[in-house]
């Protein structure tokens, strides 16, 4: 069974620029989560989606957005991208909202 | 955001030594998971806990969901030079998000 799939791996952007990062869930799991991993904060959540809707959200600010698609499939969107926005971002999979979430290996973002 | 208090912070230890770390909560959850990360990946769930005083093992690691469901404890035993890593508790309760512990960093000595 295919894990969670997250591309790219590695980004490379500048101040004000935007992004788009993308999660393919393991086969079957309705419920798709995005992290923010840096050395000094650890894991922050930034929001869940469960049957194409938002059902948790972190503190993060607007810039920060996330979708998915009628086949569970994720995307999270950063605009005007600053210094603070570098790091590892993380998605994570389960069947329903609730259950014990699977990760994928992350994209690592880095702006310049 | 919430994060639940993992400890130790970090661990130095020799090639066969027990290890023990706890994460604790101020309110219950239903659910306790254990997770590793090594370096560029991201984290493997290793135990998850679903009832209030349930010991789970893996292998070399057992893990308890503690009797007040506000804290769960990892141990493992004669590790090896591949437990290097960061340890995260993560808490779980009704529909709400995952909530994660600050972690525990893995260092073998040899």
């Known amino acids: 069974k295919a894990g969670v799939t997250q591309t790219p791996r590695y980004l490379i952007k500048t101040r004000g620029q935007q992004v788009t990062l993308s999660c393919s869930p393991i086969?079957?799991?309705?419920?798709v989560s995005w992290y923010q991993q840096t050395p000094g904060q650890g894991l922050q959540f930034l929001f869940e989606?469960?049957?194409?809707?938002?059902?948790n959200k972190g503190n993060f600010p607007g810039r920060f957005s996330g979708r998915q698609f009628s086949n569970s499939r994720s995307e999270m969107n950063v605009s005007t991208l600053e210094l603070g926005d570098s790091a590892l971002y993380l998605c994570a999979s389960s069947p329903f909202l609730g259950q014990p979430q699977h990760f994928g290996d992350g994209t690592r973002l880095s702006i310049l | 955001g919430q994060q639940l208090n993992q400890s130790p912070q970090s661990m130095f230890i020799q090639e066969g030594e027990d290890v023990s770390m706890n994460c604790t909560s101020s309110s219950i959850f239903n659910t306790w998971l254990w997770y590793k990360q090594d370096p560029g990946e991201g984290p493997v769930l290793l135990i998850a806990l679903y009832k209030a005083g349930e010991l789970t093992s893996n292998g070399r690691l057992t893990a308890q969901f503690g009797i007040t469901r506000k804290d769960s404890f990892l141990n493992i035993s004669a590790s090896i030079p591949s437990d290097v890593g960061i340890y995260f508790c993560?808490?779980?309760?009704?529909?709400?998000?995952?909530?994660f512990g600050t972690g525990t960093r893995l260092t073998i000595i040899p």
């Open positions: 993560a808490g779980l309760r009704g529909n709400e998000k995952l909530t």
């Open positions: 989606y469960f049957s194409e809707t938002q059902r």
């Open positions: 086969s079957g799991h309705r419920s």
